[in-house]
């Protein structure tokens, strides 16, 4: 059986395998709610993850980040917003 980092992870590859366009909402975290827009790297940067996000969340006071994935060199856009 895998171990929670090793799940995590692989889920995480399976939702970045999709288009950087298409976000899957997820984790409630204080009253905030985070949807993950895919790996930043050479397709989407911080400038294109911060798009991203404000495109999607004008209305709800997004803050885009593109966060290092803990146990990885992979960094992914988050985007916290108002949910």
Same mark, same amino acid.
Request: net charge negative; hydrophobic share 35%.
């Given at each position: 059986?895998?171990? $929670?980092?090793?799940? #995590?992870?692989? !889920? #995480? +590859?399976?939702?970045? $395998?999709?288009?950087?366009?298409?976000?899957?909402?997820?984790?409630? +975290? =204080?009253g $905030?709610? !985070?949807?993950?827009?895919?790996?930043?790297?050479?397709?989407? =940067?911080?400038?294109?993850?911060?798009?991203?996000?404000? =495109?999607?969340?004008?209305?709800?006071? *997004?803050? *885009?980040?593109?966060?290092? #994935? *803990?146990?990885?060199? #992979?960094? +992914?856009?988050?985007?916290?917003?108002?949910?």
């Open positions: 059986m895998a171990n $929670s980092s090793t799940t #995590l992870f692989m !889920l #995480l +590859l399976i939702v970045a $395998s999709g288009s950087m366009v298409q976000a899957s909402e997820g984790a409630i +975290l =204080d $905030s709610c !985070l949807t993950n827009f895919g790996i930043c790297g050479k397709n989407c =940067d911080q400038t294109c993850c911060e798009k991203n996000c404000f =495109d999607d969340f004008r209305d709800r006071h *997004p803050s *885009p980040v593109c966060e290092m #994935l *803990p146990g990885s060199a #992979l960094r +992914l856009c988050n985007c916290y917003h108002d949910c």
